[in-house]
């Protein structure tokens, strides 16, 4: 979603809805483009914690794929404590001159202490200073509400809405055609409010993803009927699985998650999936890895709606 450049207040107030949580202790950074009828919009919004070193922002463009073909500029702001105002303004330092290195102008550099509350923000380039207001007092918070996107109060509470739970109990294993018909049909049933998850569904999911990629790949097409639930749906499923399964699970969660065009949950999931691999000696999911790379990279996540719909069976 593009938002139009706004005054510093409103620049400050749109970083929560932007990202889905409120920052705290983080670098934010703005990449800007045009529109004919906008003139100058956020494209991108990305965050970064204010405790990493400087250095490690030095090749930022090239890691998230920031080129001046497609932004026009950046806008930077920090939003910390005071006892971070100094690195933070080195983080400032070092990003604004690496993307003009990119050939890509930073056109202001914000200070806040918060977005939650009545403050206020500092341009630190001019000097120039003035009030903020909270983020829920936002239109564009008021927006993405009503398009149905869950703001938290921290990253850490999105993380925690991928935390496991009692696992999933044992199936005894039947004919393969009919577990693997049984299974798409609940959760197809499921996703489209006609009937409740079994106790085993779990359970039958994680056998049949891990089985073959192809059945995995089939249950990303299911997630086109009603995004929100079935993406709830493996969110779910997830935390009843452990090991490979889970892994899985998770990335067809981060799909539906793309879907919904909310890459922060996303790549929270592809994140844990990841670690979930890697603990249990597995490679992750190679989709994993690729969805991954495109969110870090800045790709808008609606291209996996492309991806999932031309794969289609018709």
């Known amino acids: ?26 670098i ?28 490690a922002v030095t090749d930022l463009p090239h890691k998230t794929n920031l080129t001046a073909e497609q932004y026009t500029g950046a806008v930077l702001l920090a939003v910390c404590d005071p006892e971070f105002d100094q690195h933070a303004e080195e983080l400032l330092n070092t990003v604004r001159d690496t993307l003009a290195e990119a050939g890509i102008p930073t056109l202001r550099r914000l200070h806040t202490r918060d977005t939650t509350t009545e403050g206020t923000w500092i341009d630190l380039d001019t000097g ?40 999933a109990p044992p199936v005894a294993m039947g004919h393969d055609a009919a577990l693997v018909l049984e299974t798409f049909h609940e959760i197809a049933d ?35 009927d009603h995004e929100r639930s079935a993406t ?8 009843q699985l452990r090991g490979p399964a889970r892994a899985e699970a998770l990335t067809i969660a981060a799909a539906g998650y793309c879907l919904l065009r909310d890459s922060i949950r996303a790549t929270i999931a592809l994140d844990i999936a990841i670690a979930e691999s890697t603990a249990a000696g597995h490679q992750p999911p190679a989709l ?9 990279a800045g790709l808008d996540p609606s291209i996996v709606r492309r991806i999932i719909t031309d794969t289609r069976p018709t």
């Open 232 to 239: 709830h749906l493996w969110t779910t499923i997830a935390a």
């Open 288 to 296: 994993a890895r690729l969805m991954l790379d495109a969110l870090t």
């Open 28 to 55: 934010v950074i703005y990449m800007i483009g045009t529109d004919t009828e906008a003139g100058h919009i956020i494209k991108l919004a990305l965050r970064f914690d204010t405790a990493i070193p400087a250095h």
């Open 128 to 167: 120039l200073f003035g009030p903020t207001y909270p983020y829920t007092d936002s239109i564009l918070t008021a927006q993405r509400v009503h398009d149905g996107t869950r703001i938290s109060t921290s990253r850490d509470d999105i993380v925690a809405e991928f935390a496991t739970t009692t696992p």
């Open 190 to 224: 499921v996703t489209a409010g006609d009937r409740h998850a079994s106790a085993t569904l779990a359970t039958r999911a994680g056998i049949i993803i891990t089985g073959h990629p192809a059945l995995r790949d089939a249950m990303l097409h299911l997630l086109l």
């Open 1 to 26: 979603m593009t938002i139009k450049l706004g005054n510093a207040a409103d620049i400050i107030a749109a970083a929560t809805p932007m990202l889905g949580f409120a920052p705290t202790n983080s």
